[in-house]
């Protein structure tokens, strides 16, 4: 059974930072790509980064490259998302995904390429 738990989210007020954090366990994630994406009322699961399991490699999405910072932690066996200069609209549910078996991060950009999900945490930016 293969889990992941996000944490980490909250209220903030435009301009500040959040750091949210992704802790699976289950199966060995020593050879998956990790991404973060969110959901906001209404819209689609939009993509935001990706990170192989060793941590060589990311990818973000146009829209907060510069903002945010996805990483991984050896120690802790978490992956995180930094998240700076918060915007309002950056208010969504926050979904950590897993996809198990590869390493290239360029490859998996859209929900359907994760094999599992978190259960989402909640951001909420105020203006």
């Known amino acids: 059974q293969v889990q992941l738990v996000e944490s980490g989210g909250g209220l903030v007020q435009a301009g500040g930072s959040l750091r949210l954090s992704c802790t699976p366990s289950?199966?060995?994630?020593?050879?998956?790509?990790m991404g973060w994406f969110r959901q906001a009322p209404g819209k689609e699961h939009e993509f935001l980064a990706a990170?192989?399991?060793?941590?060589?490699?990311?990818y973000y999405a146009d829209s907060v490259k510069g903002r945010f910072t996805i990483s991984r932690d050896n120690g802790k066996n978490t992956v995180s998302l930094q998240m700076n200069s918060l915007k309002p609209e950056d208010t969504a549910i926050y979904y950590c995904?897993?996809?198990?078996?590869?390493?290239?991060?360029?490859?998996?950009?859209?929900?359907?390429?994760?094999?599992?999900w978190g259960q989402g945490t909640q951001v909420t930016v105020s203006s």
């Open positions: 990170i192989n399991w060793s941590g060589t490699s990311t």
């Open positions: 995904a897993a996809r198990l078996g590869v390493s290239n991060v360029n490859n998996y950009r859209t929900r359907n390429d994760y094999n599992y």
């Open positions: 289950g199966k060995t994630f020593s050879f998956a790509v």
